[in-house]
């Protein structure tokens, strides 16, 4: 499952990983340093009730980041049931998008400016209180100025043009809607982010030569992040000139049978696992309606021993990460959706009702059957 849900606002549920804990943690425990050499004389119960209060906050402003792009999706009239809020922003499996290059632009811009504002709007703020005397005004002056320094972070970082960073996708965009190509779109993200990867990795090796190698080092790891992202882009582009002009249902098995919830995994689990069997991925109803999906890794993360005890429903992908596709989608986009879920497989649906499922299996089949027809012409693919 990806994430925890903790609230739904207008509609979208919000779901947040559990590192956050983490990262509130360490932010609150930054201000209160902050706080520490700014205001010696806070009361230090009253430094950590701040802190807290600042790690709290940059929550709730990542939380806003990514409600922006969704909200501006459904402006746009894309539909947005659920977002996962990020540590810094980019793409999660969660994440709008349109098939329309104007939108999309919108929509990737909408976080990086949402932050940008908040970061300005909390620094005007910070100037305001700080400057208004008393230990406690300095202490909200500092606070506020570490959420200020935090959003604009936040916002200029997602600026930086390398994909799944905001940046890439807005490259990727304006690229898109002046050639026309979403092809040409991703190759100019591709090439923006391999650049600057590698002029990162420059940099944090700089740093580490310097004498950081801490800092240095995790420069260093971000940046060649970003060059292997690139490289993922260019694969993508080369499975798109194979398959680019299948649809879901040219692949899609449709030979399959559902499951309810309320069945134990050792009724079908060594099914699943025997390497002999063409099935990957179960689609799981109840009252005939698709609740999740049960795939290979679902059952190998359980002890066989637990089998017997262990309900499909507890097992099981449920949305979220369990995407729908249709008959008539893009074979392409489907497979980014497939991969971003981390799922053996994903349902197909037809005005509600379910004609098959899209396997990791079919794909890597038609994906093979492309590439052997490609060396040899004289032999066909799947249509």
Same mark, same amino acid.
Request: no cysteine.
């Given at each position: 499952?990806?994430?925890?849900?903790?609230?739904?606002?207008?509609?979208?549920? !919000?779901?947040?990983?559990?590192?956050?804990? @983490?990262?509130?943690? +360490?932010?609150?425990?930054?201000?209160?340093?902050?706080?520490?050499?700014?205001?010696?004389?806070?009361?230090?119960?009253?430094?950590?009730?701040?802190?807290?209060?600042?790690?709290?906050?940059?929550? @709730?402003?990542?939380?806003?980041?990514?409600?922006?792009?969704?909200?501006?999706?459904?402006?746009?009239?894309? /539909?947005?049931?659920?977002?996962?809020?990020?540590?810094?922003?980019?793409?999660?499996?969660?994440?709008?998008?349109?098939?329309? &290059?104007?939108?999309?632009?919108?929509?990737?811009?909408?976080?990086?400016?949402?932050?940008? @504002?908040?970061?300005?709007?909390?620094?005007?703020?910070?100037?305001?209180?700080?400057?208004?005397?008393?230990?406690?005004?300095?202490?909200?002056?500092?606070?506020? &100025?570490?959420?200020?320094?935090?959003?604009?972070?936040?916002? +200029? !970082?997602?600026?930086?043009?390398?994909?799944?960073?905001?940046?890439?996708?807005?490259?990727?965009?304006?690229?898109?809607?002046?050639? %026309?190509?979403?092809?040409?779109?991703?190759? &100019?993200?591709?090439?923006?982010?391999?650049?600057?990867?590698?002029?990162?990795?420059?940099?944090? +090796? $700089?740093?580490?030569?310097? $004498?950081?190698?801490?800092?240095?080092?995790?420069? &260093?790891?971000?940046?060649?992040?970003?060059?292997?992202?690139?490289?993922?882009?260019?694969?993508?582009?080369?499975?798109?000139?194979?398959? $680019?002009?299948?649809?879901?249902?040219?692949?899609?098995?449709? %030979?399959?049978?559902?499951?309810?919830?309320? @069945?134990?995994?050792?009724?079908?689990?060594?099914?699943?696992?025997?390497?002999?069997?063409?099935?990957?991925?179960?689609?799981?109803? /109840?009252?005939?309606?698709?609740?999740?999906?049960?795939?290979?890794?679902?059952?190998?993360?359980?002890?066989?021993?637990?089998?017997?005890?262990?309900?499909?429903?507890?097992?099981?992908?449920?949305?979220?990460?369990?995407?729908?596709?249709?008959?008539?989608?893009?074979?392409?986009?489907?497979? /980014?959706?497939?991969?971003?879920?981390?799922?053996?497989?994903?349902?197909?649906?037809? /005005?509600?009702?379910?004609?098959?499922?899209?396997?990791?299996?079919?794909?890597?089949?038609?994906?093979?059957?492309?590439?052997?027809?490609?060396?040899?012409?004289?032999?066909?693919?799947?249509?």
């Amino acid at each position: 499952m990806i994430g925890v849900p903790i609230a739904r606002i207008l509609g979208i549920e !919000v779901r947040v990983q559990l590192g956050w804990i @983490l990262v509130v943690a +360490l932010v609150a425990a930054l201000a209160v340093i902050q706080l520490g050499g700014a205001v010696p004389t806070l009361a230090t119960p009253v430094q950590w009730i701040l802190g807290g209060a600042v790690g709290v906050a940059f929550f @709730l402003s990542a939380m806003v980041h990514d409600l922006a792009h969704a909200f501006t999706a459904r402006r746009r009239d894309v /539909e947005v049931r659920s977002i996962l809020v990020s540590f810094f922003g980019g793409t999660t499996p969660t994440d709008p998008a349109s098939s329309v &290059a104007a939108d999309d632009l919108a929509i990737a811009a909408s976080g990086p400016i949402i932050s940008t @504002l908040l970061g300005i709007g909390f620094a005007v703020s910070a100037t305001g209180i700080g400057g208004s005397g008393g230990d406690l005004a300095q202490a909200l002056g500092q606070v506020i &100025a570490v959420l200020a320094v935090l959003n604009l972070l936040v916002g +200029l !970082v997602n600026l930086v043009p390398a994909y799944p960073l905001d940046g890439g996708r807005i490259v990727r965009a304006i690229a898109w809607r002046r050639t %026309d190509s979403v092809a040409r779109g991703w190759r &100019a993200a591709a090439a923006t982010g391999r650049v600057t990867g590698l002029v990162v990795v420059a940099v944090g +090796l $700089g740093v580490a030569l310097t $004498g950081e190698p801490g800092n240095g080092g995790m420069l &260093a790891l971000s940046g060649w992040f970003l060059v292997l992202s690139s490289r993922a882009i260019r694969e993508r582009l080369k499975v798109e000139a194979l398959i $680019g002009d299948l649809t879901v249902a040219d692949v899609m098995e449709t %030979d399959v049978t559902a499951v309810h919830p309320g @069945l134990t995994l050792d009724t079908l689990a060594a099914q699943l696992l025997d390497a002999d069997t063409p099935t990957t991925a179960v689609p799981v109803v /109840e009252d005939g309606i698709v609740v999740g999906i049960l795939g290979v890794r679902d059952v190998r993360r359980l002890r066989p021993g637990m089998w017997g005890e262990t309900r499909v429903g507890a097992a099981m992908a449920r949305p979220p990460r369990m995407r729908i596709v249709g008959p008539t989608d893009a074979l392409v986009d489907s497979i /980014e959706r497939l991969q971003r879920s981390g799922l053996d497989g994903i349902p197909v649906l037809a /005005e509600g009702r379910l004609i098959g499922v899209l396997t990791r299996r079919a794909v890597g089949a038609a994906v093979g059957s492309r590439t052997e027809a490609a060396s040899n012409p004289g032999r066909g693919g799947p249509r």
